[in-house]
């Protein structure tokens, strides 16, 4: 059975390919804007074999006309790690309170966008 991760690698990839299919953008298109030479990597993220490159995750999204709100929700998607350490780090600075509400509020927003688009089966692993 595949870890918790890896399942949401995999909504990850999926709910990509639905914002780049939505944009009406080809996989070559997506790379060629993004300045990469073939569309392979892509193909590997969409599959949800592996992540966007941390660095470049605002660059695929506004090629991807993805609304600015959902960031938050895809970054703990796409890094999970990352995002506990910020929670960790806003507990630190603001109090628990504050990074249990972000939580909850990011948690209700990847539920919402995986309900939208039909990924009730990954709903479970967020």
Do not use: C
């Not at 969409?46 to 506004?62: A, D, S, V, W, Y």
């Not at 927003?109 to 990924?119: A, G, S």
């Amino acid at each position: 059975m595949a870890s918790r991760l890896s399942m949401m690698q995999i909504a990850t990839g999926h709910l990509l390919r639905v914002y780049r299919e939505n944009a009406k953008l080809s996989q070559s298109e997506v790379m060629a804007q993004l300045g990469y030479a073939n569309s392979n990597l892509l193909s590997v993220i969409e599959n949800g074999r592996t992540n966007i490159p941390f660095k470049r995750i605002t660059e695929f999204l506004e090629v991807y006309q993805v609304p600015k709100e959902m960031l938050t929700p895809i970054v703990r998607m796409i890094q999970p790690d990352t995002w506990l350490m910020h929670l960790q780090l806003l507990a630190i600075e603001q109090g628990q309170e504050k990074a249990d509400a972000l939580e909850a509020e990011t948690k209700e927003k990847i539920n919402k966008i995986l309900t939208k688009n039909n990924m009730h089966d990954f709903l479970k692993f967020v």
